[in-house]
């Protein structure tokens, strides 16, 4: 009887152990809530995480060029340099464009006294001619006249007519020359002319100026340098405005769609990853960027001057787009949200290690938060990092 109970107390004892051993397993094996989050109502913005490039606007960078050919005489800016607008940046020798100058002015004021000529001596002439011929005809009139009396012979009323047509041919003659050297010397005036215009806006192109304020970028040639100009201008200098910037934005082909003009942009760049810059998009290219064939779409945000002064071309930025924001919705964290099976998923938390999965209809998903439509309420506990035993999470 003794020998009944104890192999009772001993299988009692084993059954008791074997229960303790097999809840600790199966609590080891069960679901373990590493980390949750309260589901909370705010706001949420739905954002694109994109890269960017700053470059300068159209008309802020303006490469400085030479039509002349010459010499460099004189280069008076150096990289760095602050320039205005119209200041003289460079001289190229003009001693051969002067000379012609010169040449053409002293062209100018001979063709200037040979009109000036032409147009005093012609009239006068023409007013002689035409005193002449009036006089010729008032006395062949007076001979014809005198002729039906018998007055006069008919010798003399041929030479009145021969006078009168004479002075008529030579009064015809000095018009039609008249107007025929005016014409000569008004066109050698205007070709002189012309010409000295000409040479002056070669002058010009010797003397090499700044077309915006900025700052001097780069310098291609040095004093002394010989330039020959071809079928394209020679660049000497690079002037940049940097308080005129814009912020290229490749927009993935896949995000594209959700990209609009008059979205609010923030930014980042290496050099000041603690400060958010801001903008909005002005433009969006239809032509395609593709590089490691990857396809890209251009979106252009312009940089407020107060900001471009921290900023400078070809730094590369991180770029949030903001295509929608809701206020006043239920949010969680984006590590909260699960996607199982094709289904939106959640596990809430009832208590220690105790969880119920729950699916969930979601809205915006931003950067760290999920917006939830329907499934759980405010308040809730959600698990944000859990083990989950295979077969469980089914």
Do not use: C, W
């Given at each position: 009887m003794k020998k009944i109970i104890v192999l009772l107390v001993l299988a009692a004892l084993l059954g008791a152990s074997g229960y303790l051993g097999y809840t600790k397993l199966f609590r080891k094996e069960g679901i373990t809530v590493l980390e949750s989050a309260p589901v909370k109502l705010g706001g949420i913005r739905g954002v694109l995480v994109e890269t960017g490039i700053i470059k300068p606007q159209v008309g802020a960078l303006v490469k400085i060029g030479a039509r002349a050919t010459g010499t460099i005489?004189?280069?008076?800016?150096?990289?760095?340099?602050?320039?205005?607008?119209?200041?003289?940046?460079?001289?190229?020798?003009?001693?051969?464009?002067?000379?012609?100058?010169?040449?053409?002015?002293?062209?100018?004021?001979?063709?200037?006294?040979?009109?000036?000529?032409v147009e005093l001596t012609y009239p006068e002439r023409i007013?002689?001619?035409?005193?002449?011929?009036?006089?010729?005809?008032?006395?062949?009139?007076?001979?014809k006249e005198l002729l039906q009396y018998e007055y006069t012979t008919r010798d003399a009323v041929d030479k009145a007519l021969s006078d009168l047509q004479a002075t008529q041919a030579n009064l015809k003659r000095l018009q039609?020359?008249?107007?025929?050297?005016?014409?000569?010397?008004?066109?050698?005036?205007?070709?002189?002319?012309?010409?000295l215009q000409r040479q002056q806006v070669n002058l010009s192109y010797?003397?090499?100026?700044?077309?915006?304020?900025?700052?001097?970028?780069?310098?291609?040639?040095?004093e002394g340098e010989t330039i020959v100009t071809g079928l394209?201008?020679?660049n000497l200098v690079t002037v940049l405005d940097p308080s005129r910037l814009e912020m290229w934005i490749y927009v993935d082909e896949t995000d594209v769609g959700r990209v609009a003009i008059g979205q609010q942009v923030e930014y980042y760049v290496d050099?000041?990853?603690?400060?958010?810059f801001h903008g909005t998009i002005d433009k969006i290219?239809?032509?395609?960027e593709i590089k490691d064939n990857i396809v890209y779409y251009?979106?252009?945000?312009k940089v407020p001057e107060a900001e471009a002064v921290f900023l400078k071309p070809e730094m590369t930025t991180h770029v949030r787009i903001i295509y929608k924001q809701v206020n006043n919705a239920l949010t969680a964290p984006n590590a909260a949200v699960k996607f199982e099976q094709g289904r939106q998923v959640a596990y809430k938390v009832l208590g220690p290690d105790q969880v119920v999965k729950v699916e969930l209809q979601i809205g915006i998903r931003g950067e760290d938060d999920t917006q939830i439509i329907a499934g759980v309420e405010e308040g809730d506990v959600l698990a944000t990092r859990l083990v989950i035993p295979p077969g469980q999470g089914q």
């Open positions: 005489v004189e280069m008076k800016v150096k990289i760095g340099d602050r320039v205005e607008q119209g200041e003289i940046i460079a001289l190229i020798d003009d001693r051969e464009i002067q000379k012609e100058i010169d040449r053409l002015r002293a062209a100018l004021a001979s063709a200037r006294a040979n009109l000036s000529q007013k002689e001619a035409r005193a002449n011929f009036n006089y010729a005809r008032v006395n062949y009139n007076r001979e039609e020359e008249y107007h025929t050297q005016l014409s000569i010397a008004r066109a050698d005036v205007a070709e002189i002319e012309a010409g010797t003397r090499i100026v700044a077309p915006i304020d900025g700052v001097v970028t780069e310098v291609t040639a040095q394209q201008v020679a050099t000041y990853p603690d400060k958010t290219y239809p032509q395609p251009l979106a252009i945000s």
